[in-house]
Antibody, heavy 118, light 107 residues
Framework: EVPLVESGGALIQPGGSLRLSCTVS????????MSWVRQAPGKGLEWVSV???????YYADSVKGRFTVSRDDSKNTLYLQMSSLRAEDTALYYC????????????WGQGTLVTVSS | DIQMTQSPSSVSASVGDRVTITCRAS??????LAWYQQKPGKAPKILIY???SLQSGVPSRFSGSGFGTDFTLTISSLQPEDSATYYC?????????FGGGTKVEIK
């Protein structure tokens, strides 16, 4: 098993900001495609963003301009900075390896829950 | 955006049955399709990548096929532990998209 451990989920008011973290052991985030995938309660999977080894990033239209994916290579950690949060952002957020250049998501964390509500 | 449509949305079958799930892409995705299994309260687990390649450690009763727009996931002999929701995902172009899921239940 290659653990990916997400953290940072919380109950947050609409319009607020939050940063999620995904700490990885067993491989380097800097050498892999790393993605965020979310799942609203009782719903299906939605890809959110990816960061390439070279730093290129892509986002789903639903979060573009509000979310930013980044990483700290020295900490082997992936981040998702979320701002202008909306009720529809409420979901379990998974980090996963893969998502770029035809690579599937082969390793997943256990998820961290973000609830946007007043 | 490429839309992924799965059918059926749910299926109930007996242990030992053959189960087939289909996934249709709104445009050609070559063979850039993966299948995932998700059990309640757990993260998804990859089963198949590149349409037909079995992920290491996945039982051989799972198989995938297809190219272009039409794909299938087959469970050759359903086992109790296969009760789960299955998702297809296209990796051909951004935004990456998933099918709506197929819930497999054991009779």
């Amino acid at each position: 098993e290659v653990p990916l451990v997400e953290s940072g989920g919380a109950l947050i008011q609409p319009g607020g900001s939050l940063r999620l973290s995904c700490t990885v052991s067993g491989f380097s985030v800097s050498s892999n495609y790393m993605s965020w995938v979310r799942q609203a309660p009782g719903k299906g999977l939605e890809w959110v963003s990816v960061i390439y080894s070279g730093g290129r990033t892509y986002y789903a239209d639903s979060v573009k301009g509000r979310f930013t994916v980044s990483r700290d290579d020295s900490k082997n950690t992936l981040y998702l900075q979320m701002s202008s949060l909306r009720a529809e952002d409420t979901a379990l957020y998974y980090c996963a390896r893969g998502g770029g250049d035809y690579n599937p998501f082969d390793y997943w964390g256990q998820g961290t829950l973000v609830t946007v509500s007043s | 955006d490429i839309q992924m449509t799965q059918s059926p949305s749910s299926v109930s079958a007996s242990v030992g049955d053959r189960v087939t799930i289909t996934c249709r892409a709104s445009q050609s995705i070559s063979s850039w399709l993966a299948w995932y299994q998700q059990k309640p309260g757990k993260a998804p687990k990859i089963l198949i990548y590149a349409a037909s390649s079995l992920q290491s450690g996945v039982p051989s009763r799972f198989s995938g096929s297809g190219f272009g727009t039409d794909f299938t996931l087959t469970i050759s002999s359903l086992q109790p532990e296969d009760s789960a929701t299955y998702y297809c995902q296209q990796g051909n172009s951004f935004p990456l998209t998933f099918g709506g899921g197929t819930k497999v239940e054991i009779k």
